[in-house]
């Protein structure tokens, strides 16, 4: 009987994990992407023909990092107002959360001057950039138009759903290329992707080039535009695609509770565009059934305070222009960054710099493209700023 019982276990357990990886490819998490990758010795994670990410030495325990530059999160948040909310919306955990997330919808349709039909919510906006991926490329045809190097989560997907990707390089002054990505659209285009601004290059596209193209182009083809960074731009909102909803346009742009409103873990974001557009999209995915109710109540009592946003926006920004004064005075080069996060060419392999920082318990990031090797150091508290120059100091310039 016992042993009926351990072998119905782990028989389940074995179906479990089959169809998990099944679900979770081909986004599967960095952490696994990155043991894969060590397992099978690749220098690279991702196998892109364009750019691609070294793998890390291994990783450093992240409990003991001194500075923890990795994955573009704000260090000060979340706003202790959204912590408090967080807790209390626990004991309302025994029900599902439609009607915050109503409540929650109407605020951000009054603070993006749309209507609440024009808005759909997800755990994080990579829920919504992988959704919206899946289902126009489900029946696995048509491509994909974006930058190269841009953010990958969409493109991914419709990739591993049998669309391509056509890349387009950034311009010299690390722009999207507007032109040419108006000439790569063709009959089988079905959605132009757009980080603004980009990541991993941190920079913007000038913003009435941008509304210019959105506004024409979406008449042709859907034009996604991916905002994860847009408050820390200069000039913030003034350079949100999003007014070309509320004008009707054929355009989908998503917003996220993890950078500026400190909320990574929390998993928040919502994703802009036409009704009809949404409705398709939902009706397959679901979009705001994978939002905890107490994530909902901090993502509305963030909102709400100002003064927190406006001094985490302060310290990043100060965070920022102290790494970019370093790297001028030490006279390296950088991209100019309008996001939390600084991107620079390095002349050692990315693996080998990685080595050096991991060693003195920092993370970042290494790249690869454009036949150079870059880092990508995210802006944390200006003490773990100054503990990855003292190390540059140390090993590098
Ligand atoms: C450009 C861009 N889009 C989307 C995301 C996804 O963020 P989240 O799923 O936490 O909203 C990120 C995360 O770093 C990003 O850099």
């Known amino acids: 009987m016992q042993s009926n019982t351990l072998q119905r276990r782990d028989w389940l357990k074995k179906s479990v994990l089959s169809l998990g990886a099944l679900a979770v490819a081909p986004q599967i998490t960095w952490a696994e992407t990155v043991k894969s990758a060590q397992k099978n010795n690749k220098k690279f994670l991702y196998g892109n023909p364009f750019f691609d990410e070294y793998t890390p030495p291994t990783f450093p325990d992240l409990t003991t990092v001194k500075a923890r530059l990795v994955w573009n999160e704000n260090p000060h948040g979340p706003s202790k107002k959204a912590a408090e909310a967080f807790q209390e919306a626990v004991w309302d955990g025994n029900h599902y959360s439609w009607g915050s997330l109503g409540n929650l919808v109407s605020k951000i349709a009054d603070y993006e001057g749309c209507k609440p039909e024009n808005i759909m919510m997800g755990p994080g906006s990579s829920d919504l950039l992988e959704k919206t991926a899946m289902v126009y490329f489900q029946d696995g045809s048509g491509n994909v138009v974006s930058a190269d190097p841009s953010y990958m989560s969409l493109v991914s997907v419709a990739k591993a759903c049998g669309g391509n990707w056509k890349s387009v390089k ?148 100060d965070a920022r222009n102290y790494m970019t004064a370093y790297l001028t005075d030490k006279k390296m080069d950088f991209m100019p960054s309008q996001t939390n996060f600084v991107m620079f060419p390095i002349n050692l392999t990315g693996d080998a710099f990685l080595e050096q920082v991991y060693d003195r318990k920092i993370v970042v990031r290494a790249f690869r493209f454009w036949d150079k090797d870059w880092c990508r150091v995210s802006m944390g508290t200006m003490e773990e700023m100054k503990v990855f120059t003292a190390a540059l100091d140390e090993f590098y310039v």
């Open 170 to 317: 950034l311009t010299s002054d690390y722009q999207h290329d507007l032109d040419a990505m108006e000439a790569a659209i063709d009959a089988d285009t079905k959605l132009v992707y757009i980080t603004n601004p980009n990541n991993p290059t941190a920079t913007i596209t000038d913003t009435a080039k941008l509304m210019d193209f959105c506004s024409r182009v979406s008449e042709k083809v859907p034009v996604f535009v991916d905002e994860a960074y847009i408050e820390l731009s200069d000039g913030g909102l003034d350079n949100s695609m999003a007014p070309l909803v509320a004008q009707g346009k054929n355009i989908l742009v998503t917003r996220t509770f993890s950078k500026i409103h400190g909320m990574a873990g929390l998993r928040v974001g919502y994703m802009l565009g036409q009704k009809e557009t949404l409705e398709a999209i939902n009706e397959i995915t679901r979009g705001g059934m994978g939002i905890t109710g107490p994530s909902i109540a901090a993502a509305s009592a963030s909102m709400d305070d100002l003064d927190y946003l406006a001094s985490c926006r302060q310290k990043l920004i």
